[in-house]
């Protein structure tokens, strides 16, 4: 078997997972939450072998290098890192509530390499990378991506459990980016359905991001997409409460999730100041001949960082605490994304390895 | 009226909060647009990216507005600059602002604490020990080391038996973790500023065979005596096998000082030449400009190797002709084409002026024999087999590129990498290790002795308290819990 099939069992599973969860989350059956672990573990697992496999294909082909090397295979470490992080914590403190939170970022991430048809192919490494920093640099990273990541979803589920008035900033906050959040996921299912629909080949799959629905070619199409999404915006914002007393019966401790959230928090940023920008500015000494260079990724970086920075010190030196950190750490985790898809989507730049 | 100085105000400002919030703020976000808007690019770029925010008839003036504000080159445009510096100070005089607080926290020296004060602690537990106090004493002397404390050891005078204390602290330094990482940032910045200054940072496109003692300025106006000579040896782009991706780009340098080469080295990316605090990188490549592979002055280089025979090195121009060694042949290199390609109905053509994919075509002629024509490909080694088994290989053509190389000399960048080094030291002492304390006394019964633990942390409190839980019910099964 390989490393495809695996990726694909692994990409079903955390899908099928992601229900599970959900279905836990909604009946609260211990049995329904063991098999939701089951299947994220097994999902888990069958990813690990397939990053083992993929990185013995790559000898097989002469290539022989550690599969880190663009999109495609960053996409599927991030979603590895992010799993296993998951994984120790709910191993750890015997909790599962958040499951339904991580295994839909696992899934969009997998989502997204399928609609917008990046490369899967093994290629060889463009004399740039050839360097022995890639490994720690694209690593390190990624662990912290991953962190923050999960950072993101004990502060979303924490500004759930703690906020119930729809004028409340914090109430408006979760329930307007955790709905744009699901919008984003629904848009690319509509999209993967649609192309998957008409057999369109990957490459001409290639930048159809929202094609079905918001940047539809059709103008009805798209500004029904719009209305759409700002009609589930606004009935998120108007019943979003009704989440916190279906999860009220969990038991879940909010002081529990303000301490996971810092955790994170606090072994992403070392590893993302370490491994991101310390290791990234030697490696770009040493190939670009310069070790800032203000290129949007970098930029991005720093943007990152100062948000991570900002929080730390919000916490520590004005004793911020609960929904302000919840929120912050969210946008933390919205300048990640951007750092990492958005420059390459959006933006041009040095940092093009990972371009779509 | 405020009694205050002019500079106890100017400090009261950097040591804001809301300076600081600011300065965050204002950087992150101006970061943001110096990111849409595309850095010392061609104005054509921004032009059209501001025609699609602010519509064609506007976006002239948004240009011009964008350039006059520095906007196209922000990084590096006065304002920007003076940000940073502000962030500098903000940061330095914050930190030492706060210094002596958290210095009399770090040398509060460490003092016994009250029994009553035992239940106060966040992190506490007790346990009984049976048996004597001796016995006692060196178990709990044997955890506490465990932990990593060497203990203080004091007596309480009450009447009849003496209670026994152990106290102890270990970090206290930690706490200063977080004054390093300002301080580290402060450092970098100081290495940027050294290179700035005192640095130079350019380019030199040298062309195979060339040498020269100066390079050039970004903007390519002004010549930077290097003091010493640069020679480009060779230039080659080697691919991938059966792939049009390559895999290295190779420039042969020497460096020539005095008449003498003193240093010969092959760079490629990822591995640069470093000689008298220059660093020359490989960074992009061409041909040289007004060159023509084709023209007459070119040097083509042939491998030439007659059936069962030894191979021999042959250059020339296109137009001329060769023979090969112990036969009559002789061979005319009619064409040369830096980037050989087919058509559909497989009529060659050139593709482009890079030499991506280098082929001679040669006429094949001797006496008796009727000519034979074709193209030998450098990459393509069948290509360069002969009817009669003869060899021909295309080496190069060379003098036909040129390698960019950039120059870089920055006598900061050592500052910079010690102000990593700090930050990497201060952020693993900031997040991972911690101040703690620990005070365990001990008070003899008849039969037992009384163990009460009272601990704390700056940081990680659970997992401390779990260690302390686990050492101390690990050191004697005997214990009974009681707390």
């Known amino acids: 078997m390989g490393s495809p099939i695996l990726f694909g069992i692994a990409e079903v599973g955390y899908f099928v997972a992601m229900m599970v969860y959900i279905g836990y989350f909604i009946f609260k059956n211990k049995t329904v939450g063991i098999c ?175 094609k079905a629905t918001f940047r539809s070619a059709s103008g009805p199409t798209a500004l029904l997409s719009w209305i759409g999404a700002f009609a589930v915006i606004f009935c998120a914002w108007r019943y979003g409460y009704v989440l916190r007393r279906m999860l009220k019966s969990f038991d879940i401790s909010l002081e529990f999730l303000e301490e996971l959230n810092y955790k994170v928090v606090a072994v992403g940023f070392p590893i993302f100041t370490l491994g991101g920008l310390i290791f990234g500015a030697i490696w770009a000494d040493q190939a670009w001949g310069v070790y800032w260079s203000w290129d949007p990724k970098e930029t991005w970086s720093l943007i990152t960082w100062l948000v991570y920075a900002f929080y730390l010190h919000a916490r520590y030196l004005r004793g911020w605490r609960g929904n302000k950190i919840a929120v912050l750490s969210s946008i933390g985790f919205i300048t990640v994304i951007f750092t990492y898809l958005g420059v390459n989507i959006l933006l041009s730049g040095l940092h093009s390895y990972g371009e779509i | 009226m405020s009694d205050k100085t002019i500079a106890e105000k100017v400090w009261g400002f950097f040591t804001s909060v809301k300076l600081a919030v600011a300065l965050f703020s204002i950087i992150a976000l101006s970061s943001i647009i110096g990111t849409v808007v595309e850095q010392n690019a061609q104005p054509e770029k921004n032009i059209k990216l501001f025609a699609k925010m602010f519509g064609h008839a506007n976006a002239q003036t948004a240009y011009k507005a964008a350039t ?142 060339e040498t020269s003692a100066v390079a050039y300025s970004r903007q390519g106006d002004e010549e930077h005596p290097l003091g010493f000579s640069i020679r480009c040896d060779n230039f080659a782009v080697r691919f991938y096998e059966n792939s049009n991706m390559p895999k290295e780009y ?141 060899k021909v290989e295309l080496v190069d053509n060379y003098g036909y590129q040129y390698t960019g190389l950039q120059v870089r000399k920055d006598p900061g960048v050592w500052v910079v990498y010690a102000g990593c080094l700090f930050m990497a030291i201060g952020l693993y002492s900031a997040f991972f290790l911690s101040h703690k304390k620990i005070w365990v006394l001990l008070q003899p019964e008849k039969t037992k002795v009384n163990v009460k633990i009272a601990a704390f942390t700056n940081k990680n409190k659970i997992g401390y308290g779990s260690t302390i839980n686990a050492v101390f019910d690990r050191l004697t099964p005997k214990i009974s819990k009681r707390g």
């Not at chain 1, 914590?89 to 609609?115: Q, V």
């Not at chain 1, 906050?173 to 008409?198: P, Q």
């Not at chain 2, 420039?251 to 990822?270: D, F, M, P, Q």
């Open chain 1, 36 to 210: 939701a672990t089951t299947v994220a573990v097994a999902a888990f697992l069958s990813q690990t072998v397939a990053l083992v496999l993929r990185w013995v294909e790559s000898y097989s082909l002469g290539i022989g290098r550690a599969p880190l090397t663009n999109l495609y295979e960053s996409l599927i470490f991030f979603v590895w890192c992010l799993m296993l992080g998951y994984l120790i914590i709910e191993f750890k403190y015997k909790n599962r509530t958040f499951g339904a939170f991580i295994t839909p970022l696992a899934g969009l991430a997998l989502g997204f390499i399928d609609l917008t048809g990046i490369s899967k192919e093994i290629e060889p490494l463009v004399p740039a990378l050839q360097s022995n920093w890639l490994l720690a640099h694209v690593t390190m990273s990624f662990i912290a991506y991953a962190a923050f990541g999960l950072a993101f979803a004990t502060g979303m589920l924490y500004l759930v459990l703690s906020t119930e008035r729809r004028t409340e900033s914090s109430y408006i906050f979760w329930t307007v980016a955790g709905s744009v959040f699901l919008l984003v996921l629904a848009a690319m299912g509509a999209d993967y359905l649609k192309f998957a629909m008409m057999g369109t080949s990957p490459e001409q799959i290639r930048s159809y991001l929202f």
């Open chain 2, 68 to 209: 006059a504000l520095g906007f196209t080159d922000m990084y590096h445009s006065w304002w920007f600059t003076a940000m940073l510096v502000c962030f500098c100070a903000n940061l330095t005089i914050c930190s030492i602002d706060r210094l002596p607080r958290i210095k009399r926290v770090v040398d509060e020296p460490l003092k016994p604490i009250k029994v009553s004060d035992f239940d106060k602690y966040g992190i506490k537990k007790e346990l009984a020990i049976e048996g004597g106090i001796e016995a006692a004493k060196a178990m709990v002397l044997t955890a506490v080391k465990r932990l990593g404390f060497s203990p203080n050891t004091t007596e309480h005078g009450s009447s009849g038996t003496k209670d026994l204390q152990f106290y102890a602290h270990k970090g206290r330094y930690t706490r200063y973790a977080v004054y390093v990482i300002h301080f580290s940032i402060v450092i970098i910045l100081a290495g940027a500023v050294i290179g700035v200054t005192l640095g130079f940072s350019g380019f030199l496109n040298l062309p195979e065979g």
């Open chain 2, 250 to 390: 190779i420039s042969w340098l020497s460096i020539i000082e005095g008449g003498k080469t003193v240093l010969k080295r092959a760079i490629v990316v990822n591995s640069p030449l470093k000689y008298k605090g220059y660093t020359f990188y490989q960074s992009s490549y061409g041909v040289v400009p007004g060159k023509d592979g084709r023209d007459v002055n070119g040097q083509i280089i042939l491998n030439v190797t007659p059936k069962g025979g030894q191979a021999g090195q042959i250059a020339l121009a296109v137009g001329e002709s060769f023979s090969i060694p112990g036969t009559k042949l002789t061979g005319k290199v009619a064409a040369f084409s830096p980037d050989l390609s087919f058509d559909k109905d497989e009529r060659p053509f050139t593709v482009s002026e890079n030499m991506n994919n280098p082929a001679i075509f040669v006429e094949l002629t001797g006496p008796g024999k009727e000519k034979s024509s074709g193209w030998i490909v450098k990459r393509y080694p069948k290509t360069w087999e002969l009817p009669d088994g003869h």
